[in-house]
T-cell receptor, first 119, second 110 residues
């Protein structure tokens, strides 16, 4: 089956630093990737939709200058949390949609997630 | 109002029991419906899609009631390995992403 990796799986950083999270589709190409965030005991909430070769689309309330998304190739999207603060501590999960497959919902593969802790 | 609402539980049931989870969604234009399973500190994984006619996959049965905007999941003969959080997920016409409920936590006890 399709595999999506995320790196790092866990990161602890100091307040004010920036953290980059990578999401890779290992055995398929993904024109579209999604970034979600999950706080403890809460839903996964979509942060942004990442499209290869174009700007990401951010959900309402998500600061695009704070959460920088780059989708420079068909197998890699990165999320950079800039000037991270303790309230950014969360579980960040990406999903990838295989290129050429109709219907986003049926074909989304999730990465294993990145747990970010900002101290 | 949340797009998808679920009873967070927890549901603690003995092995072999039958347990049912319900979920309601707010947008009548919701298009597709799913149950995902999420283990602690892991990514969600698709358990099954939900169709209006109802569908079954082994011990798992899913039902959709569009009129009431309600989805259910029934697990029969619970196993210890069924312990997880079950997420109700919907999509909407014109939107690419998945809308997740907060999940219902199930613990199957020996």
């Amino acid at each position: 089956g399709a595999v999506v990796s995320q790196h790092p799986s866990r990161v602890i950083c100091k307040s004010g630093t920036s953290v980059k999270i990578e999401c890779r589709s290992l055995d398929f190409q993904a024109t579209t990737m999604f970034w979600y965030r999950q706080f403890p005991k809460q839903s996964l909430m979509l942060m942004a939709t990442s499209n290869e070769g174009s700007k990401a689309t951010y959900e309402q309330g998500v600061e695009k200058d704070k959460f920088l998304i780059n989708h420079a190739s068909l197998t890699l999207s990165t999320l950079t949390v800039t000037s991270a603060h303790p309230e950014d501590s969360s579980f960040y999960i990406c999903s990838a949609h295989p290129s050429g497959v109709a219907g986003f919902a049926y074909e989304q593969y999730f990465g294993p997630g990145t747990r970010l802790t900002v101290t | 109002r949340k797009e998808v609402e679920q009873d967070p539980g927890p549901f603690n049931v003995p092995e072999g029991a039958t347990v049912a989870f319900n979920c309601t969604y707010s947008n009548s234009a919701s298009q597709s419906f799913f149950w995902y399973r999420q283990d602690c500190r892991k990514e969600p994984k698709l358990l099954m899609s939900v169709y209006s006619s109802g569908n079954e996959d082994g011990r798992f049965t899913a039902q959709l009631n569009r009129a009431s905007q309600y989805i259910s999941l029934l697990i029969r003969d619970s196993k210890l390995s069924d312990s997880a959080t079950y997420l109700c997920v919907v999509t909407q016409t014109g939107a690419n992403n998945l809308f997740f409920g907060t999940g219902t936590r199930l613990t199957v006890i020996p």
